[in-house]
């Protein structure tokens, strides 16, 4: 009584491998395998293949969990998209800018740019307040940055910091720029400064860092690519189930041996000889049998996620603004981002004389916004864009809420103790393997994911991957690079090995997926 999402039932309880999560990861992983001709079985708690990658549509209309890039440096990853999705790959141009203070201002932010449309006297303010910094940081025998508000200001100047920095980052995040640690900063900001800005301003070095012009994208949206891996799985020999939770890992000796599912009211014990989970790692962590260590389940409970409102709206208006997104650095309303969908690809509306737009709001489901009703969040979603003077109110004529929980892995002050604490326990099990943003608690790309489950696969095939490992700066979706590294690091295996996004030429942060 197996549970394959082409609605028939099997008595097949054993499987060679059994994969928790179908998303970008545990597909990929499935994918692969069955292509070497190995069945596996894949359990999906959702309704619908994807994960935070997943499409959704609403009368027509398709939109995204948040944007999702395709672009990557990884050739196995690229091969891999264009092997499912073929001429339905399009490649989109890219366009996104920062909304502040009613400016747009270019993204990245650039020195030229930025400086003019602050005006002379805040640029004056901004570039005094960095000299300040570095003349007090050469008479200071502090130790180095311990907080992001520390480590942007020390490289920016606490003015600049303030301004295009704590807002969108404490709106993403929930949390003071003071409780972030500062090699999160560090990571995504690597080998940038004020200082460089402007060297690589006036001599025009080509050997910085560069935004890429264009990236792919499925015609039908992200969730396009998940669907269409999910039927190739299955005629490949695969089972994918949905609508299935996983209640108990049950081990022994140091090696996973069963599954205990739920489905449809009905409790199902698989058996595997190898097991890969994209299923947040805290979860994974609660529903071991015997249970772990206090310390790992003490840890477990001490890593924190984000969650993510989408409130789509449907507007009678062919053109609004030629971005695919945008950024909200305004402090008065909450959202963080606002996606064009019509403009990453036409097809994502039904109609050419209507838009959508995806405006993106980052809390906490313990958070009072959480629980307002969809009606409540159309309405808000329609004010603020009225207050941000970009659309009127009569221009929108309906709107979908979407909620997604534990969407990003936060990085505060403790995470990397925690997250090794349950890394080093998880290490002593054979034939388990983690991958994915929420299986590896790691706040990564698509093409990520991807190569972890590429490599998982391989793993289990013979190979033998760390994949905690995986260099994550070479699966960067913004920041082109003169030489793509490895996608596999020999240096470490330290589990805080992050993937750095240095987007700007100046400063800033993205969160796009």
């Not at 269409?228 to 996973?256: D, F, M, P, Y």
């Not at 989970?277 to 924190?304: C, E, G, R």
């Not at 036409?346 to 313990?366: A, H, Q, R, W």
């Not at 941000?388 to 109110?393: C, I, Q, R, S, Y």
Request: proline share 4%.
């Amino acid at each position: 009584m197996a549970i394959q999402t082409d609605n028939t039932l099997s008595q097949k309880t054993h499987y060679p491998t059994i994969i928790i999560g179908a998303g970008p990861a545990g597909l990929t992983t499935a994918y692969q395998l069955t292509k070497a001709q190995t069945s596996s079985l894949v359990l999906e708690q959702a309704g619908q293949v994807g994960g935070i990658a997943r499409t959704e549509s609403y009368k027509g209309y398709r939109f995204d969990i948040g944007g999702h890039r395709f672009f990557t440096k990884l050739t196995a990853v690229q091969q891999f998209w264009e092997e499912i999705l073929g001429q339905d790959l399009l490649k989109v141009s890219r366009l996104s800018r920062i909304y502040y203070n009613d400016i747009f201002f270019n993204y990245p932010l650039t020195l030229f740019d930025t400086l003019f449309k602050l005006g002379v006297v805040e640029s004056i303010r901004i570039i005094g307040s960095y000299i300040k910094t570095q003349l007090k940081a050469q008479f200071s025998r502090s130790t180095k940055p311990e907080t992001f508000e520390d480590w942007v200001s020390y490289h920016f100047g606490g003015r600049l910091f303030q301004t295009f920095f704590r807002t969108y980052t404490e709106k993403v995040w929930g949390i003071s720029c003071k409780e972030l640690q500062a090699d999160w900063a560090a990571q995504r900001i690597q080998g940038l400064s004020l200082t460089k800005a402007v060297v690589d301003t006036l001599i025009r070095n080509r050997d910085t860092k560069t935004l890429i012009k264009s990236f792919y994208y499925p015609r039908l949206g992200p969730g396009m690519l998940w669907e269409r891996c999910h039927q190739k799985v299955i005629a490949q020999g695969g089972t994918v189930t949905l609508e299935t939770s996983v209640k108990c890992l049950k081990h022994k000796n140091n090696r996973v041996q069963q599954v205990i599912a739920h489905t449809a009211g009905t409790q199902i014990t698989f058996t595997g000889d190898h097991f890969v989970s994209s299923m947040p790692i805290t979860a994974l962590v609660k529903v071991l049998d015997p249970p772990a260590p206090v310390p790992v389940l003490q840890a477990a409970k001490s890593l924190k996620y984000r969650d993510f409102l989408l409130v789509a709206l449907i507007l009678d208006e062919a053109d609004v603004f030629p971005d695919n997104w945008i950024y909200i650095h305004s402090p008065e309303v909450h959202v963080g981002r606002i996606q064009n969908f019509k403009n990453w690809s036409i097809e994502m509306v039904p109609d050419p004389s209507k838009t959508c737009l995806g405006l993106e709001y980052f809390c906490n489901e313990t958070d009072e916004i959480w629980h307002y009703s969809d009606a409540s969040l159309v309405e808000i979603a329609i004010r603020e864009l009225v207050t941000l003077g970009l659309l009127t109110k009569d221009s929108i004529i309906d709107g979908k809420v979407l909620r997604q929980r534990k969407a990003y892995p936060i990085y505060d002050r403790n995470y990397h103790r925690h997250l090794e604490t349950i890394q080093t326990y998880l290490a002593t099990f054979e034939n388990l393997q983690t991958i994915g943003r929420n299986g590896m608690h790691r706040y990564n790309n698509q093409d990520h994911s991807m190569m972890a489950g590429i490599l998982a696969a391989q793993n289990i095939l013979g190979d033998s991957h760390n994949l905690w490992q995986i260099n994550t700066e070479a699966t960067y979706h913004e920041a082109g690079y003169t030489q793509a590294k490895s996608a596999v690091s020999p240096v470490s295996d330290n589990p805080s090995e992050e993937r750095a996004k240095p987007i700007l030429n100046v400063a800033y942060i993205s969160n796009a997926e």
